[in-house]
């Protein structure tokens, strides 16, 4: 169909059209999400099938929708430069949509969902495409959206301690294996810092569990007393980034989880520690 009769439904306030089939729509719509026009992929796509899942249209039919989103995160995986992150990256940020509604509406049994979790983990540390914005094409941001995806996953009624602490885990490979000389520069670490809340507040781990893996990300994010022989900053700046967002969390974040207070303070001295230099004060 033409990019006219999806503007017909956006100014419908995207009421379902009813001269064709949901599937006929879906499928368009789920090809869309790969467009490389920004007002095709986040202008009619995402909200439209967003705007279904939120209003129950998908709610029968939203395990099929979820694989179908799953199924984008392969297209093109290892790809880098290329138009498919597109598909892989809007898949993500539908998937997550879907893991909102189930969330809310508990619609899916726990395998489902562990399933969908599973392959969204994978992907999230697997792609290579971790361009923000593209000219002239928009927003790719796979990182960001799977990030949100992964917030969304935390939610869930399925998961429980365990996987929490696997979910924090593979946010903090992803900062860690994040190429040097690719930065995560469009925002991504307080996405990713975000998705930390998201999971934080289910209240289900304690400093017990954070404070080491806290540390693991201070390490990584320190960029002093190594060698010299390289510039410092590049490497440590993904970890760096994201401590520094988590502690804007922690402090300014709406409703704080209950580690808040000892969580903060190991924050803060990780932080304290990789910032050595600029936090002395000169004396005469």
Known sequence: MSLGYWDQVQAAGFEVPSDRPL???TAELTTMLGSTRPEVRDGTAFPALATWIERGVYDDLLAGLGDGMVAGLAVGLGEVGTDTVFRRSFSSLILGVCLERDNTQHLLPGGKIMEW???????????????????????????AHGADAIGALGESPHLAGAEHAVLLDVLAE???????????????????????MQILRRNTLGTDALEPWVHRLGAAGNPFG?????????PTAAPQAFLRALFLQLSLGPRPPTVRPDLLLVVIEALRMTNLPYLRVATD
Not at 120 to 143: C, N, P, Q, S, Y
């Open 23 to 25: 599937d006929d729509l």
């Open 117 to 143: 979790g599973d392959r969204l983990a994978t992907w999230f540390l697997t792609e290579r495409d971790t361009r923000g914005f593209v000219v002239d094409k928009g927003w790719a941001h796979a990182i």
């Open 174 to 196: 992803r900062l860690l294996s994040q190429p040097a000389e690719i930065p995560l520069d469009a925002g991504e670490p307080d996405r990713m810092a975000a998705a930390v």
């Open 226 to 234: 190594g060698p010299v022989d390289h510039d410092p900053y590049a």
